[in-house]
């Protein structure tokens, strides 16, 4: 019973459904944001379809499909960071708002830390966290304060990583930091000093 809770945690909360939520609750709070329905499309696809392929293409490419969970968590990771960087550069060419283009360097930069730490460094830095609090800060800074509320869905995403010996407390708590500083950079990166 407890297995099967803290497995439907984790499918409920992984990050292209987190992304998700986060892009819908911008789209009819802060419409500026994206500024036109297709750069909201294209942000959909980006953040959220281009991750949730990895699932689909482990069991059918020969690199990734033998490595079980590990090939799968691998994917994720290389499928993710390519829609991020794609992106980005779509962004980079169509007129988009400097908060879309915050959005998508956040999770730019999230995805290269968490490359970083587990393939050079072999720190398995949780992408799951990473993804639940990435879009957590991103609404905080978006919308409003109260929202760290969101929050609040944070230790029971631990907890089922925990106890599906996913990760170490350590791990989940590097993850978490992850979309923190990410954000930081990016909002000094395009807006400098100036408040949204």
Known sequence: MKKGLAMAIRVLTIAPMMALVLLLTLYFARSDVFGTTLNFVLAVIFLVVFPVLAYPLQPVLPKFKTRGREGQRSLALWMAFLGYILGLVCALLLPVSR???????????????????????????????CGVAGPIFSMVYFLSPWLLLGFLILPAVYWASLKMGRHTSSELLIGTAIPTYALLISILIFLGHRPI
């Open 99 to 129: 908060y879309l283009m915050i959005i998508y360097m956040t999770y730019l930069l999230s995805g290269v830390a968490l490359i970083v730490l587990n393939k050079v460094f072999g720190i398995k830095a949780s992408g799951h966290a």
